[in-house]
């Protein structure tokens, strides 16, 4: 069984930071890609970030581009999503996916296994 447990959703003020951690654990399994998805109150899950697991290679959506960076920790098996510059907009339940996506990076059906969420409140 493949288990990934996020941690450090919170409710910060705008123009605040926050980073997510997303940890992998069980059996071995093709984590080619981890990615960061995001949903809002009666919005369709969004594409935030995408990482390449072994070459380290970056992908970010259209809103998020300067403000949140991806990376990972190969020795830890984490990923992170570091996000600055906080927004009203980006309030959400993000989500991390782990797999071997064959079409696109950013595409959600294209992964096998996902964290639970954590919550994401930026209010002033």
């Known amino acids: 069984q493949v288990q990934l447990v996020e941690s450090g959703g919170g409710s910060v003020q705008p123009g605040d930071s926050l980073r997510l951690s997303c940890t992998t654990s069980?059996?071995?399994?093709?984590?080619?890609?981890m990615s960061w998805f995001r949903q809002g109150p009666g919005m369709a899950r969004e594409f935030v970030a995408g990482i390449i697991w072994s070459a380290g290679m970056t992908y970010y959506g259209d809103s998020v581009k300067g403000r949140f960076t991806v990376s990972r920790d190969n020795t830890k098996n984490t990923g992170y999503l570091q996000m600055n510059n906080l927004k009203p907009e980006d309030t959400a339940v993000y989500y991390c996916a782990a797999g071997s996506p064959t079409l696109t990076i950013k595409g959600a059906t294209e992964y096998d296994y996902w964290g639970q969420g954590t919550q994401v409140t930026v209010s002033s």
């Open positions: 069980g059996r071995t399994f093709n984590r080619h890609a």
